[in-house]
């Protein structure tokens, strides 16, 4: 039986959990959003972006060939610019459209099941040139960029080298005759390879070389670089690019490779706010810090933890819907079957996730405040706070990226066989995600980069030495006492910090002893490198615990009681969960008993079902528009079956009622005639 609501059918079990949510649902999409206002202007630009259909593809994009499935995605990024140059660009408040706006990035994931061959205009092309360009550099390229005359990407990976920055082949090597760079890929190795647009979409890119003048190596230097004619947008000349092939996901992106033969560009190209090269070839250093250079990156990693959170605030909307409608199994005989969000452990799945797409947004928020702090800051000339921040923008986005990745898996294990289906939602947010705990930085690699700054910190730590704000718990590493274990949110948190205080101290004791056993400084880093891993997730786990739990408090100051009360329950929750995930380490390194986490892991399962009744309230708190799902299981109105139904019936494969494979194959196999 079905009910309608808004004039719209609406399944039962889902309107009768919207009936017993007790807080105020706009209310807490309010505080996702970050302010009333946030949330008018978002559902402004949703509406212009997505009312009038353009956004829906008559045949899904998974029943399309992968040229098809690509032409579709540039003829909609097409439709979409058009949009945020004529309409979007005055809703969002910006003065250059759409740049840096997550609202207009999110609206897009309406257009695109998977990505826009756009993508890294935006995301990496447009941000480039703000950031490493000199203001004349900038007023020729960005009116450009912007209006997308010119369409861009950032290609700095090549096949050999990804990581490894200071590894990359490709050479730029200047020539004071004509005033120009040659560009040329030495090695198969060199070759430029996964940027995003290059295959076929882009006739520009921001091209990462090793820049050689007078005789010398200078390292890696970013190069504006045209590939294609403006006009017929064939590739140029010296030039050899093309796509790199099917991928797990990506795959509207056209990933590309490039190489170079001896490629000439103006002097003017290379990109001179942080390093110039003279007319006579001179190399003049601009920059205080040598790695502003990698700031596309930097950026790129804050607004990716921003990105992941969204991606799971999807993933566990369709999966709490879900789990709403679906009922399985009878544990009562006399009862009809349950829905499967009234078993605990599918709460343990479904919970951590929501709580966790709310701790990621916020972080996020905060992290891009702190980002334009680090911004104002370096434009009057200092960089000091530039170390810690590369710390954090590291750690937050290996474990957002990489604690998102698989709670979108655990939204799909927790929808069974239907959220193996694409229909689902979940594979593409999944494949989507996947990806985000690879590039822009490894997870290892990143965490690696935190580890270092840890351990100077310790160090300073050890020598008395002030600190900076987010390791300034370390200096409570040195009381030769464990700490006291108390399961109030503050307590775990300082709990948190004991734990990473803890595993760096035991790192930088294990290095110690193994120079003086007579390793290098590097062998002894090497071996100790799993636990340095360790100790940068324990912080970072620390700072994101700290931050949600602050920023919760501050945003709740306000709200009404029950919301107070539903968003302290799901920050409670997920310090609950991480405590109970990370028991060993508790043991090590504070007081706390096995009593102690007996009674953690009862007040955990109480406090999941004191969640439970508002949990499709919470998830519909996101906000999230049938149309930026993409979902047959999380539509707004639960209507499941209906859908999966419909979706089969679009498959191809359903258009003829024998398919010529039986003609083929199948019967003369059968009669024994192949
Ligand atoms: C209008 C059109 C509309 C179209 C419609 C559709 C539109 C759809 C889109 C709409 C968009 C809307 C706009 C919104 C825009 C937002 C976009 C959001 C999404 C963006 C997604 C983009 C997709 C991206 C795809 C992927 C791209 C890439 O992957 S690019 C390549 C990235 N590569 C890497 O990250 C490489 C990783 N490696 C490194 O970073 C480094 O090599 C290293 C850090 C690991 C090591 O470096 P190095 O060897 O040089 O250094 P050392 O280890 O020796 O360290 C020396 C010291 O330096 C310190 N250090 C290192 N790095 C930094 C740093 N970055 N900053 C500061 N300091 C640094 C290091 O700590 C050492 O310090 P100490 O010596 O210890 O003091
Ligand atoms: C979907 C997608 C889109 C991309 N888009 C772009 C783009 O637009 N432009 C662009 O330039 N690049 C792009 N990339 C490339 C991406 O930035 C790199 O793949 C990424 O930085 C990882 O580098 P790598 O592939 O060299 O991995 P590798 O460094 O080879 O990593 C392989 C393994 O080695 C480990 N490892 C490597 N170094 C160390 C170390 N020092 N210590 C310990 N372990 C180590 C890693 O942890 C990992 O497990 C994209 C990649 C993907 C998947």
Redesign the pocket.
Known sequence: MTQTNNNMTVNPDLAMERAKCNFNVLEVTHIFDGGERNTLQRKKIEDVALNSGASKDALGEEHMSPKEKYENAVRK?CI??TM??NELAELSGLES??????V??RT?DA??KE??P???????FV?TIMGQCTPEQQSYWLPRALD?QIIGT?A??ELGH?????GLETTATYDPETEEFVLHSPTLSSYKW???GLGKTVNYCIVVAQLYTKGECHGTHPFIVQIRDEDTHVPLPGIKVGEIGPKMGFNTADNGFLGFDHYRIPREHMLMKNAQVLKDGTYVKVAR????T??T??F??V??VN?VAFNLAKASTIAVRYSAIRRQSKPKPDEVEPQILDYVTQQHKLFIAIATAHALQLCSTWLWESFSAVLAQMKGGNTDT??E???LS?CLKAISTSDSAHLIEQCRHACGGHGYMISSGIPNLYNFVSATRT????YT??L??TA??LV?AYEQAEAKKPLTPTVSYLAHAFSGSRATWDNSPDGIIRSFQALAAGKTAVCVTNMRKRMRAGLSQVDAWEMSTIQLVAAAEAHCRAVIADTYRKEIVRLTANSSPNVKVVMDQLTTLYLYYWALERTGDLLMFTSVSQKDLVDLQIAYEELLLKIRPNAVGLVDAFDLRDELLHSTLGSYDGRVYERLMEEALKSPMNKEPVSDAYSKYLRPMMKGKL
Do not use: C, N
């Not at 756009?118 to 990496?124: A, D, I, N, R, S």
């Not at 810090?289 to 502003?292: A, E, N, Q």
């Not at 590039?439 to 490894?442: I, T």
């Open positions: 990024s979409y610019a945020m140059k459209f759409g740049v840096s706006s997550p207009i990035r897009a257009f695109f990505v826009s756009f993508l890294l205009h935006l995301g990496m941000p997308m950032y700095q990976t990804g990581t490894f920055i200071r996964w940027a995003g810090h040598g790695k502003l990698y700031g990156m930097v790129v990693r607004v990716l990105e530039l170390p921040f590369h710390a590291s590039y822009e930085g490894d690699v990143l690696l980069q270092r700054f100077k």
